[in-house]
C-alpha cells in the first residue's frame, strides 16, 4: 500500500513523523502500531513531501486478516487523519 502526504510550517520547527495502523486481529478486535517515518527540523515557510509504502506480506511476527483497518498519520505525538482501508481475503 502507498500513501502520500504533504508538510508545511508557518515557522521553523523540529517534527517526528509516524503513522499508526489499527490491524484487524483474528478475533475481529484491533490493535494499533506505530511506524517512524522521520525526524525532521523545518525552516519557516517550508514545504516537504512524503510518499510511504506499506508492505502486507505475512511474517513471523504479524498476520494479516480480512476486515476494515485503519491508517493514521501522527506528527509530534498528534494525530492529524485518519483514513480506513479495506483488505480482502485470499482465495
Known sequence: MSFSFKIESKKAIKLRLEYAIDYVKANGKRNCKI????????????????????????????????????????VNGTEWGTLDFEILATK
Open 35 to 74: 511506524f517512524q517515518i522521520s525526524e525532521i527540523s523545518l525552516n519557516a515557510n517550508t514545504k516537504k513531501s512524503y510518499t510511504k509504502r506499506h508492505s502486507f506480506a505475512d511474517v513471523s511476527t504479524r498476520k494479516h486478516y480480512p476486515g476494515i483497518h485503519s491508517l493514521t498519520l501522527i
